[in-house]
């Protein structure tokens, strides 16, 4: 019996990649004569590198201005050419305690310093990812670490952070441009999110930074201004889907002519998930929480898509979705690791063994 093993990270206990070995070993004690193909995924969120790195990339390391300046030690992954820069190992929100005046100053300038190095290797491509991060800022350090002059009404530079950008006048993209002449650009996202409006950046995603009411008018006027001063050099990114991801960096990066692809079907495509389903009976996935936000484009709902046809098992931290939604997904089965442990404290520090225990239940449920 073939069972392939794909889950996403499960945020806050373990990563994919553990997450995958654990279920797997759950799987064998279950069935100890399965073959057990392991196949973590991402979605272009935090842990992508971590998925990147089982799938052969180079991890490269560099010390860059975390979101409030202080240095932050992060990394990219580099896999056939193409440097994966994950924005959330340099300005992610792991580095704040979120408050309202953290959601003003909080930059994406680390950002531009792992493109900067990543460049200088001489990769012919950079994907982004932009999820999890601590910034409003548009992107806008990302640009000015790169050279942008991102000026206001006096021609002076601006500061750094999403509330500076209320005083943005100009910017002049050139240097940037010069700098990535040749390069592809992708943005991997499944967030579908503008720049502005009540789905936009600020009103979405500024309250998890630590936005109040206020905050969030604040960074709206910042970020509507930060999207007239690109326009007015032909960049109009305000209103496509997706420029709001990562606080706006995705905006910034289309204003150098990037792509935004799904984060899934990029990443999926590099850890051989396509070639494992061939010929599986079996395939178990899974992530921190299964909710409504799963079915849309998440790493299980992708999953769910690429195994038609194959009973899919799900594990998940905590499950909230129905009976109906489960099945729609096409699951045939599904455990929440907080129905089987004492406490979400408990649930956190033992994931390892729950996912272990749990797929081996659910596998025999399964089979028997």
């Known amino acids: 019996m073939k069972v392939v093993v794909a889950p996403d990270k499960f945020k806050g206990s373990v990563t994919a990649v553990e997450a995958a070995d654990a279920i797997a070993l759950g799987v064998l004690d279950a069935l100890p004569d399965a073959t057990v193909v392991r196949c973590p995924v991402a979605d272009g969120g935090e842990g992508t590198l971590d998925v990147l790195a089982a799938a052969g990339a180079e991890i490269v390391s560099v010390r860059v201005s975390?979101?409030?300046?202080?240095p932050v030690d992060a990394t990219y992954a580099v896999l056939d050419g193409c440097a994966y820069v994950e924005s959330a190992r340099a300005c992610g929100i792991e580095f704040v305690t979120p408050s309202p005046s953290v959601s003003l100053q909080a930059n994406t300038y680390g950002v531009g310093e792992l493109i900067a190095h990543a460049l200088s290797r001489g990769v012919g491509r950079l994907v982004l990812t932009v999820g999890g991060t601590a910034s409003t800022d548009g992107g806008a350090g990302m640009l000015q670490a790169l050279g942008a002059q991102v000026l206001d009404g006096?021609?002076?530079?601006?500061?750094?952070?999403?509330?500076?950008?209320?005083?943005?006048?100009?910017?002049?993209?050139?240097?940037?441009?010069?700098?990535?002449?040749?390069?592809?650009?992708?943005?991997?996202t499944d967030v579908?999110?503008?720049?502005?409006?009540?789905?936009?950046?600020?009103?979405?995603?500024?309250?998890?930074?630590?936005?109040?009411?206020?905050e969030v008018a604040e960074l709206e006027e910042a970020l509507t201004a930060w999207a007239r001063a690109l326009h007015v050099i032909g960049a109009d990114v305000a209103d496509i889907p997706g420029s709001g991801a990562g606080g706006g960096i995705a905006a910034a990066a289309l204003a150098l002519g990037a792509s935004?692809?799904?984060?899934?079907?990029?990443?999926?495509?590099?850890?051989?998930?396509?070639?494992?389903?061939?010929?599986?009976?079996?395939v178990i996935t899974g992530e921190g929480s299964l909710?409504?936000?799963?079915?849309?484009?998440?790493?299980?709902?992708?999953?769910?898509?690429?195994?038609?046809?194959?009973?899919?098992?799900?594990i998940a931290g905590r499950i909230a979705l129905d009976d109906a939604q489960l099945t729609s997904l096409g699951v045939v089965g599904s455990r929440a690791l907080i129905d089987h442990a004492p406490s979400l404290d408990y649930a956190l520090a033992n994931t390892p063994a729950l996912l272990r225990a749990q797929a081996a239940d659910l596998v025999r449920a399964w089979a028997s």
Not at 267 to 274: A, D
Not at 299 to 314: D, E
């Open 66 to 70: 975390g979101p409030l300046g202080s």
């Open 192 to 214: 579908t999110n503008p720049l502005l409006g009540p789905s936009g950046a600020a009103a979405v995603f500024g309250p998890q930074k630590g936005a109040s009411p206020d």
């Open 154 to 188: 006096s021609d002076a530079p601006i500061g750094l952070g999403g509330g500076p950008l209320r005083e943005v006048s100009e910017v002049d993209l050139k240097p940037v441009l010069t700098r990535l002449s040749g390069i592809g650009i992708g943005v991997a």
């Open 260 to 282: 935004v692809e799904s984060g899934f079907d990029l990443i999926v495509g590099l850890t051989g998930v396509e070639s494992a389903l061939d010929g599986a009976d079996l």
């Open 291 to 314: 909710d409504p936000q799963s079915l849309a484009g998440k790493a299980p709902a992708g999953i769910a898509r690429r195994a038609k046809g194959i009973p899919l098992l799900a």
